[in-house]
C-alpha cells in the first residue's frame, strides 16, 4: 500500500501494547502555555491510567511554554515532570511558537515513541494514548500518526483553519495527502528515529510542515490515522487564527515551491549545536533526559 492508511486498532488494548512494546520507550509530551484551568486532569488521567496501572508510558513531561498562570503547579501536582522552556534555550538558544515547542519537547525526552497532546482539550481519555501509539509499535514502517476526530458543529468541523486553509492546500498541490482528516492536530504520536532525520519550523507551520516532509522522506504510507472519538477544546479567538492560517499557508507553499522548483534555495536553518545526552535530571517532580537536536536544525516558515 502507498497511501495514507487508516488503522483499525479499537481491539487493542494498553496491556496488549504493553507486551509489544519489546523494550521501546514511550513518552507523553504535553506543550502548555496558560493551560492552568485544563492540563491537570489530562496528566492526572495518563499518569493513573498508562503509568500506575498499567506501564504503557515511561515518562509523562508537561513544557511549560513561559505560562504566566499556575500551569507548571498544577502539571506537577497531577504527577508530570515539568520542564520549563527557559531550560532548553538556554542550552540551544531561543525560538517561538508551536514548533518551537514540540521541538524542545523532543530534547528532554527520551522515548522512542513520542505521543503529543495539547494542553487544552476537555474530552481527553487515555485510550487516545493507546489508540495513537498502536501503529508504531506494530509497524515499523510508520513514522507518524494522525487522528480522525468528530468536531462538534458548533467547533467548526474539521477546525476553522484545517477546513478553510490546510486541507483545500493539500487537496491543490499534495492529493495524494488529502485523506488525512486532521493534519494540522496537536495530538499525534511520532518515532523518534524518523523524526529526528526531519527539520522541525517554528511557529503554526509545524504540523503541515511535518506531514509533508515525512511524505516526501518516506512516502505518503509512513502516515496512518487513527479513530479517537470526540474532541473538544478551548477556542481561539479569529485574530489568533488569522495568524495560524498565514503561517500555516505560508510554510505549505513554500514546501511546495521549494520541492517543484529545480534548483531553489533551502529554507533559512538555525543549526542546533550537537552534544552528548546529559545524566537524566529532575525537574518540578519527575525525571527528564535531555536529547540532541532533531536533526541539528530548526527550520524558520519563510
Given at each position: 500500500m502507498t497511501?495514507v492508511r487508516?488503522?483499525?486498532?479499537?481491539?487493542?488494548?494498553?496491556?496488549r501494547l504493553v507486551e509489544?512494546?519489546h523494550?521501546?520507550?514511550?513518552?507523553?509530551?504535553?506543550?502548555c502555555?496558560n493551560?492552568?484551568?485544563?492540563?491537570g486532569?489530562?496528566v492526572?488521567?495518563?499518569?493513573d491510567a498508562?503509568?500506575?496501572?498499567?506501564?504503557?508510558?515511561?515518562?509523562?513531561?508537561?513544557?511549560?511554554?513561559?505560562s504566566?498562570?499556575?500551569?507548571?503547579?498544577?502539571?506537577?501536582?497531577?504527577?508530570?515532570?515539568?520542564v520549563p522552556?527557559?531550560l532548553?534555550h538556554?542550552?540551544?538558544?531561543a525560538?517561538d511558537?508551536k514548533?518551537?515547542?514540540l521541538?524542545?519537547t523532543?530534547?528532554i525526552s527520551?522515548?522512542d515513541v513520542?505521543?503529543?497532546c495539547?494542553g487544552?482539550?476537555?474530552t481527553f481519555?487515555p485510550d487516545?494514548?493507546?489508540?495513537?501509539v498502536?501503529?508504531?509499535l506494530l509497524?515499523?514502517?510508520v513514522a507518524i500518526v494522525k487522528?480522525?476526530?468528530?468536531r462538534?458543529t458548533?467547533?467548526?468541523?474539521?477546525?476553522?483553519?484545517?477546513?478553510?486553509?490546510a486541507?483545500?492546500?493539500?487537496?491543490?498541490?499534495e492529493p495524494?495527502?488529502?485523506r488525512?482528516?486532521?493534519?494540522?492536530?496537536?495530538e499525534?504520536a511520532?518515532r523518534?528515529?524518523?523524526?529526528e532525520?526531519?527539520p522541525?519550523?517554528q511557529?503554526w507551520?509545524?504540523?503541515?510542515a511535518m506531514?509533508l516532509?515525512?511524505?516526501h522522506e518516506?512516502?505518503?504510507a509512513a502516515?496512518?490515522?487513527?479513530?479517537?472519538?470526540?474532541?473538544r477544546h478551548?477556542?481561539?479567538?479569529l485574530?489568533?487564527?488569522?495568524?495560524?492560517a498565514?503561517e500555516?499557508?505560508a510554510t505549505?507553499?513554500?514546501?511546495v515551491q521549494?520541492?517543484?522548483?529545480?534548483?531553489s534555495?533551502?529554507?533559512s536553518?538555525r543549526?542546533?549545536?550537537?552534544?552528548?545526552p546529559?545524566?537524566?535530571p529532575r525537574?518540578?517532580g519527575g525525571?527528564?533526559a535531555q536529547?540532541l537536536s532533531?536533526?541539528?536544525?530548526?527550520?524558520?516558515?519563510?
Amino acid at each position: 500500500m502507498t497511501g495514507v492508511r487508516t488503522f483499525d486498532v479499537a481491539d487493542w488494548t494498553a496491556e496488549r501494547l504493553v507486551e509489544a512494546k519489546h523494550g521501546r520507550t514511550i513518552s507523553l509530551c504535553i506543550p502548555c502555555r496558560n493551560e492552568a484551568a485544563t492540563v491537570g486532569p489530562i496528566v492526572a488521567a495518563a499518569c493513573d491510567a498508562l503509568l500506575d496501572r498499567v506501564p504503557l508510558l515511561d515518562e509523562v513531561i508537561v513544557l511549560d511554554d513561559r505560562s504566566t498562570d499556575d500551569t507548571a503547579a498544577v502539571a506537577a501536582a497531577a504527577g508530570a515532570s515539568v520542564v520549563p522552556i527557559d531550560l532548553v534555550h538556554a542550552e540551544h538558544g531561543a525560538g517561538d511558537g508551536k514548533g518551537n515547542a514540540l521541538w524542545a519537547t523532543l530534547q528532554i525526552s527520551f522515548g522512542d515513541v513520542v505521543v503529543w497532546c495539547d494542553g487544552d482539550v476537555t474530552t481527553f481519555t487515555p485510550d487516545w494514548i493507546v489508540k495513537l501509539v498502536a501503529p508504531l509499535l506494530l509497524d515499523e514502517t510508520v513514522a507518524i500518526v494522525k487522528p480522525v476526530f468528530e468536531r462538534p458543529t458548533d467547533e467548526g468541523g474539521g477546525g476553522r483553519t484545517t477546513e478553510l486553509v490546510a486541507r483545500p492546500l493539500l487537496t491543490l498541490f499534495e492529493p495524494e495527502l488529502s485523506r488525512i482528516a486532521q493534519p494540522l492536530a496537536g495530538e499525534c504520536a511520532i518515532r523518534r528515529g524518523m523524526i529526528e532525520r526531519l527539520p522541525i519550523v517554528q511557529g503554526w507551520g509545524a504540523e503541515i510542515a511535518m506531514i509533508l516532509d515525512i511524505a516526501h522522506e518516506y512516502g505518503p504510507a509512513a502516515i496512518a490515522q487513527v479513530e479517537l472519538g470526540e474532541r473538544r477544546h478551548r477556542h481561539q479567538p479569529l485574530s489568533a487564527l488569522a495568524v495560524q492560517a498565514t503561517e500555516v499557508m505560508a510554510t505549505a507553499l513554500e514546501r511546495v515551491q521549494r520541492r517543484r522548483i529545480a534548483g531553489s534555495p533551502e529554507p533559512s536553518v538555525r543549526a542546533m549545536p550537537e552534544r552528548p545526552p546529559a545524566s537524566p535530571p529532575r525537574v518540578d517532580g519527575g525525571p527528564h533526559a535531555q536529547r540532541l537536536s532533531v536533526g541539528g536544525n530548526i527550520v524558520d516558515a519563510q
